[in-house]
């Protein structure tokens, strides 16, 4: 389909709103919209992201889809696909420099608000770890395994073993619940103090194990459960 002169209006009146405005007062859809004109010029795109905005529910779940299931929507081609997710990677990177060069424990809520972004949206559990070292700076945020919709299996020794690689002095540890509650199982109170443990005698430090869900964060050491 061709860009109709009042389509081309429509764009217009959407980039005059957005400069002069910011996004606040934007339908999730219009962003969307707005975004894949940019890799689709030609062609309306309001029907295409109503279409995903439905599909997915929300701006996050899209923007957090994976190629495969965007391009499941009828009307979205790698050139879209490839355009959301490069707005994915420049938010998580923006957020992640924001928590990177200084101590972690004093810039927590940057932390949290990219891993929220990182975390939040997954259909699947993903166990990662933020290794610091001694003045708590973060050197490293690795995945360390990708799971299923209630698991993501987590060797301790392994994490250790990373740590003294990598000439950590402390870790955070971080998983996300796909079910969208953060409150964290028995298997990952469990989980947790075996990793301090292991950690225990060779000096690192296990900070906090931070869980991830759509509706919010749980901070293990905050509940005192470690």
Same mark, same amino acid.
């Given at each position: 389909?061709?860009?109709?002169p009042s389509s081309s209006g429509h764009r217009e009146r959407l980039r005059q &709103? ?38 997915? =529910? ?13 391009? &499941?929507?009828?009307?979205? *081609?790698? =050139? @879209? ?12 990177? @923006? ?22 972004? @990182? ?19 973060? #050197? &490293?945020?690795?995945v360390m395994n990708d799971g299923t919709v209630n698991a993501a299996p987590v ?11 990598? +000439? %950590? ?10 079910? *969208? ?12 103090? %075996? #990793?301090?443990?292991? +950690? ?15 509706? *919010? ?6 509940? +005192?459960?470690?």
């Open positions: 389909m061709s860009d109709a &709103r957005l400069l002069a405005a910011g996004g606040d007062g934007f339908h999730d859809y219009e962003l969307l919209e707005y975004l894949l004109a940019l890799a689709i010029p030609r062609q309306d795109t309001k029907p295409l992201a109503k279409r995903l905005t439905d599909e997915f =529910g929300s701006l996050a779940a899209v923007i957090a889809a994976t190629p495969e299931e965007l391009k &499941r929507v009828e009307g979205l *081609g790698d =050139g @879209a696909a490839a355009a959301i997710k490069f707005v994915e990677a420049v938010m998580l990177k @923006a957020l992640q420099q924001q928590a990177l060069n200084r101590p972690v424990l004093s810039g927590w809520q940057a932390l949290l608000d990219y891993l929220h972004a @990182a975390l939040a949206q997954r259909p699947t559990e993903q166990f990662r770890v933020i290794f610091l070292n001694n003045r708590n700076i973060m #050197i &490293r945020d690795e060797y301790p020794r392994e994490i250790v073993k990373r740590a003294l690689d990598l +000439g %950590a002095a402390a870790v955070v540890l971080v998983h996300n619940h796909p079910s *969208g509650d953060p409150q964290p199982s028995r298997d990952d109170i469990q989980m947790t103090k %075996a #990793i301090i443990e292991a +950690g225990r005698h060779l000096g690192l430090t296990v900070h906090d194990h931070v869980i991830i869900g759509s509706t *919010g964060h749980v901070s293990m050491r905050a509940q +005192g459960l470690i």
